[in-house]
């Protein structure tokens, strides 16, 4: 009686016919010496910037497009909790989620619909991985998926701590220049000037979003720095939000505030 | 010449009809002896578990639907973005986001957009506090709303740590029931059963989120534990998820992954 290979999903946000989706699955197919089985589930579009949003408004429907590769039409998020709950037939060992077509560096990752596939799996207990290019054309999907392949092994190998998942980022060169991984903590990025105003045909002043120059802040430990230096950057999230330094600066120093009544 | 008062933004993602919105603004019209200025700019309507979504494949419109209240067609995170830099002629002192129709605990702030308005604020750099009302009917939202304000008026005085946040729940009782404030750390909840599988007229599958039992986790330490016990819970979050006993490790047991090539 044969035993089933291990089951690996495979998610992202730019959605299901996203080229960097199926150099994530290509690569994740690798693992083993082949011996797994990869299934992916995505969103039926993009969905970039959607954060960790579950759709709760509307009833979600998933298509089977071929064998292996399903589209969801929602988020990311909901593509992995119904994944998981309603179409695997078996539990996954291994999350992937990308690859995206744009680093997930500092700050931005609160925004990222591909870091937040990797926080739902992370959330029912599935080792989780998000992986992303630090470019927006001619983009090296292959030598990324290498590197995603490499610590997509270590993970099933050694496990991640509970509740953390890994953040992958590699700049957007060949696999010959990667100058090694660096494991990294979150830097800072702002945007300077990131809504633009333009007025509607009839006068009306709106806004988009999202365009502006990134402003890099992040010392040598950083994600940020780590990309900009040619490294592939692997830094560990946890969901625990909590700023414990914080906790016990409060606990002391507002302390009179708990009693609420005089 | 007189000085204009400080400025209060208060958002939330239920939408500018929500009536916790306008409790959440009327309480913090009472900080400072009522010497402030409080500007409402909220989504059109709910946008709940949106997390941190922002929204860049349409225009948004501001509209402003009377004195000091601002509608915008986005998210709550569009909304202090926007707000910020473009409604609003000076910069807030603090931003107040909800007071949000049912608790945000545990894991589920990841999914908050209330929670999501006050991480925009606090990437802006503008003290910032979330406010959620554990309950889904009959809310004591003027109740919630003083302490609210209590908390509001402890951030105003002291400031917070950087890049950190309050997130503030209360039990769903009157004032005089609150048996005071806890300061807290994020605890754990997990859903049984929380997709709904349910034919179509045409017998095709589609699923519901968002519904299921919560099962709590978290000790006496946690948010959840302290809104179960009555007290009114205020914990800080912070905007790096680094976890960094997990960069330490695998800095260490992963060494031989950093270099990529044999």
């Known amino acids: 009686m044969s035993e089933l290979p291990p089951l ?46 579950l759709t709760m408004h509307r009833p979600l429907f998933c298509e089977e497009l071929r064998e292996g590769v399903y589209a969801i039409n929602g988020t990311p998020t909901d593509c992995v909790a119904i994944g998981v709950k309603k179409i695997l037939r078996r539990r ?20 990222s619909g591909t870091v937040s596939a990797a926080v739902e799996g992370t959330l029912i207990g599935i080792p989780s991985i998000a992986v992303s290019i630090d470019g927006s054309s001619h983009l090296h999907y292959a030598d990324t998926g290498r590197v995603a392949a490499i610590v997509a092994a270590h993970v099933l190998e050694r496990g991640l701590p509970p509740d953390t998942l890994l953040n ?56 940020i720095h780590a990309v900009a230096q040619g490294f592939v950057s692997v830094t560990p999230l946890h969901l625990d939000l909590t700023n414990y330094d914080a906790l016990r600066m409060i606990e002391t120093d507002w302390a009179e505030m708990t009693q609420l009544k005089p």
């Open 168 to 223: 992958v980022n590699a700049p957007n060169i060949p696999w010959d220049e990667f100058k090694g991984i660096r494991f990294t903590g979150q830097g800072k990025r702002t945007y300077d000037d990131a809504i633009q105003e333009v007025a509607d045909p009839r006068g009306r002043a709106h806004y988009w979003l999202g365009g502006g120059t990134p402003i890099f802040q992040g010392g040598e430990e950083t994600d």
């Open 92 to 111: 996954p060992v291994l999350l992937a989620s990308g690859i995206n077509r744009g680093g997930n560096l500092g700050d931005d990752i609160t925004y």
């Open 8 to 53: 690996i999903l495979v998610t992202n946000d730019d959605g299901v016919h996203a080229p960097g989706l199926f150099a994530l699955a290509k690569a994740m197919k690798t693992l083993r010496g082949g011996d797994v089985e990869v299934v992916v589930i995505a969103p039926d579009r993009e969905r970039s910037a959607v954060g960790h949003a």
